[in-house]
């Protein structure tokens, strides 16, 4: 095999596609049953899709992808997942199968796509409190509404966007908070000048505004979810004013009935693969967190592995489109399927695009930057590690004894259940940084300049990144892990 690609996102479906099409033998897999990623989400298995119009253009791009990808004649493969990565080679498990299959290619491309940023508040753990990307698959791959009175609070394009595309398919939304400023001239005026190649996310941006007003839902700026109340339930949301780094302002309360609470405050790249692959990284909360390096061909620091999507920092789906592009072509040069000035030629007009798009995104940093205050919003009672019911006062009194990541997961098992980590590191990283105090680290409880990357040490990546990775990097039957016919090969020893 030439290209292995992990992931049928945007990112993931545009490189199997291009690199097929230049005749490299291609194998896409991802692990949900449907392929688009979050954005492109296809329905589910059972649904039958008669006219796509009133479905959206987002499933329209994805059917056009995965089309695109198949007539190339790339491989793709659903409900298989890669639980770890060494050199090139992949352990794969595909859902039905009691056994791991490895996987061998000349390059590997991970683009894993990111997850929902986990936010502890008090009351996140309730029924009716749902992420932006779990309400976009109940919605748009099961066509279910997430409830009957939804509340969305969260920051940036998502903000705007999502509750009115809910709106557009059903949902009734009562109330739409921005934990950002409002928009002044200057931000506008900035907005503006970067809008030369971005006239479609102008419309879009434009359009979620009007349908909003058009339906009378209220988007109030400056303003955070501080609580979520109810006794089996969410019965009702508690709000407050923000300042410019997210902090609650005391005396600004508000309640309001509703039985959903939909929390958007933006992504974490997934980089499981990518940090178990041994690649670098530098530090982008604006992106996300932790931002893989790559070059101009979308290539990693590991040999063979290349890496594109929002698994590479956040930047959204016409950004993950180029990037995919570009790793494809990247690696069909490098292995000799086409030459590298057809690939320059090919790629230029892609640069050109992305570099747009970034104008576009730092054009909206003044607005959208992540405050510190995202990180304090829990009380000591309220459950930070949800797997293991780790509350704050728990994770604190530890840290007293213990300030490395490894030995909080240890005593306290946060990060052990069944997520992985996924919905606690993030904040056990931010109480350990802010532990260890500002003049050591760039942290994400601390300012960090909006827009930049900045370099880390190992010992503060590895507390900023959470714990030591381990395969597999998705939960797997202890038997199949165990089977003895899979060569280990090293792929499932600790790091």
């Known amino acids: 095999m030439d290209l292995f690609v992990v992931g049928g996102g945007p990112a993931g479906l545009s490189a199997a596609g291009e690199a097929a099409r230049h005749g490299l033998r291609v194998v896409l897999v991802d692990e949900r049953v449907t392929l688009g990623g979050q954005i492109y989400r296809q329905p589910g298995p059972g649904f039958v899709v008669r006219d796509a119009r009133r479905v959206g253009r987002d499933y329209q791009r994805g059917v056009a992808l995965v089309d695109a990808a198949l007539r190339a004649g790339a491989e793709l493969r659903c409900r298989t997942s890669v639980l770890s990565l060494r050199g090139t080679t992949a352990a794969c498990l595909t859902e039905g199968r009691g056994h791991v299959t490895l996987i061998r290619a000349r390059r590997v491309l991970v683009a894993p796509g990111a997850s929902d940023r986990p936010v502890p508040?008090?009351?996140?753990?309730?029924?009716?409190?749902?992420?932006?990307?779990?309400?976009?698959?109940?919605?748009?791959?099961?066509?279910?509404?997430?409830?009957?009175?939804?509340v969305f609070a969260g920051s940036g394009p998502l903000a705007l966007a999502f509750p009115a595309q809910l709106r557009h398919?059903?949902?009734?939304?009562?109330?739409?908070?921005?934990?950002?400023?409002?928009?002044?001239?200057?931000?506008?005026?900035?907005i503006l000048a970067a809008g030369w190649g971005n006239a479609a996310l102008l419309r879009d941006a434009l359009s979620y505004r009007a349908q909003l007003v058009e339906a009378r839902v209220p988007l109030r700026y400056a303003r955070a979810v501080v609580r979520a109340e109810g006794e089996d339930r969410v019965e009702a949301v508690v709000h407050a004013a923000v300042d410019a780094d997210w902090r609650v302002i005391p005396g600004t309360e508000?309640?309001?009935?509703?039985?959903?609470?939909?929390?958007?405050?933006?992504f974490v790249p997934s980089t499981e693969l990518l940090r178990l692959a041994g690649c670098r990284f530098t530090y982008d909360e604006d992106l996300g967190g932790l931002v893989v390096e790559v070059d101009a061909w979308q290539r990693t620091s590991a040999e063979g592995v290349s890496a594109a999507g929002d698994g590479t920092g956040v930047r959204g789906a016409p950004a993950a489109l180029g990037q995919g592009r570009l790793a494809a072509l990247g690696a069909a040069a490098d292995l000799g399927a086409i030459t590298q000035a057809r690939a320059d030629e090919l790629a230029r007009p892609v640069r050109r695009r992305l570099a747009a798009k970034e104008r576009f995104r730092r054009a909206l940093l003044p607005l959208y930057a992540v405050g510190a205050g995202i990180y304090e919003l829990a009380s000591p009672e309220t459950v930070v590690c949800r797997c293991e019911e780790v509350t704050l006062a728990r994770l604190e009194e530890v840290m007293e004894a213990t300030l490395d990541v490894d030995a909080v997961?240890?005593?306290?098992?946060?990060?052990m259940g069944l997520c992985q980590g996924r919905n606690c590191q993030r904040q056990v990283s931010a109480l350990l940084t802010r532990r260890r105090g500002p003049s050591t680290y760039a942290a994400p409880s601390l300012s960090v300049t909006a827009g930049s990357a900045v370099a880390l040490s190992e010992e503060q990546l590895a507390t900023l990144a959470g714990t030591t990775p381990r395969p597999p990097v998705r939960p797997a039957p202890i038997g199949v892990l165990a089977d003895d016919s899979v060569p280990d090969q090293g792929l499932f020893v600790g790091g």
């Not at 739409?176 to 900035?190: I, Q």
């Open 121 to 150: 508040f008090p009351g996140w753990t309730l029924p009716g409190v749902v992420t932006a990307g779990g309400a976009q698959a109940l919605v748009k791959a099961s066509r279910v509404a997430p409830g009957s009175r939804l």
């Open 169 to 190: 398919l059903g949902v009734h939304v009562v109330l739409a908070l921005e934990a950002g400023p409002m928009p002044r001239v200057r931000h506008l005026a900035r």
């Open 254 to 266: 508000e309640r309001l009935d509703a039985d959903t609470l939909c929390v958007g405050y933006g």
């Open 409 to 415: 997961k240890s005593y306290t098992r946060a990060g």
